[in-house]
């Protein structure tokens, strides 16, 4: 059987290696600007705010403790604190999913090879009291970060193929980390100290079953698409 793959590639015709990604922008069509509706500037905390025209407030401080490093911080108050108990799980793992499915018309693979050689990180998350957006970047890459973000609220990539491959991996994942004792206690622990209440109930592979992709959808609508309700800070040069 070897030899018949082998002899049967020998002849074929191998044409070379095209770059699909070539050309892409992330963002293809560019939106309709808002506009800039207050500014304002805290003395004391040396920062400058601005309240653009969706209600979203921007906070800006400069600041030189790390070279060539920009920090961003969007949030908004709600988080898991606002869902039922049975859609817990699903939220719990919002973040992770995200940055394996992508953004846009994009893989993670693919956005991984259209940011190479930028130095930008952003990441979804939701916590208990908190729906979120954070960033760490080089301040010349700022405006792929803020395509990236705007992405995210706008055109999260939701591939049921890439979702099975992800949580098949995280199953493998979570079965693995229950033959170690350490998970074991610190999930005990966790668990006395909620009184097994069921809204902090570490993660296992058994929970993975309540953990759907409509669930991560409908969750992800509710949670981040408004964006005019978040406030993003900015630290950095």
């Not at 817990?88 to 793992?93: D, E, G, K, T, V």
């Not at 973040?95 to 979804?124: C, E, H, M």
Request: charged share 30%; aromatic share 8%; glycine share 6%.
């Amino acid at each position: 059987d070897i030899k018949k793959v082998l002899a049967k590639y020998k002849s074929a015709e191998i044409g070379p290696y095209v770059d699909l990604l070539a050309g892409k922008k992330l963002i293809e069509k560019e939106p309709v600007p808002g506009k800039v509706v207050k500014v304002s500037r805290n003395k004391v905390l040396g920062t400058t705010e601005w309240i653009l025209s969706n209600g979203m407030k921007i906070v800006f401080r400069p600041s030189d403790i790390k070279e060539d490093e920009l920090l961003i911080a969007g949030f908004r108050e709600g988080g898991i604190s606002l869902l039922n108990e049975e859609d817990i799980p699903s939220a719990m793992l919002l973040g992770d999913a995200l940055s394996q499915l992508g953004v846009g018309s994009f893989s993670a693979t693919d956005l991984d090879k259209l940011l190479s050689g930028k130095r930008v990180n952003i990441r979804v998350s939701t916590s208990e009291e908190r729906d979120g957006v954070s960033g760490r970047l080089s301040p010349k890459d700022l405006e792929t970060a803020l395509q990236i973000i705007y992405l995210y609220f706008t055109q999260p990539r939701w591939n049921a193929t890439d979702y099975k491959t992800w949580m098949e991996k995280m199953r493998a994942n979570y079965i693995n980390a229950e033959s170690d004792p350490r998970k074991a206690v610190r999930d005990t622990i966790s668990l006395l100290m909620a009184s097994h209440h069921p809204r902090v109930t570490p993660m296992t592979y058994k929970l993975l079953d309540k953990v759907s992709l409509p669930k991560l959808q409908a969750i992800y609508k509710d949670r981040f698409s408004d964006p005019g309700n978040f406030t993003f800070e900015f630290a950095g040069k």
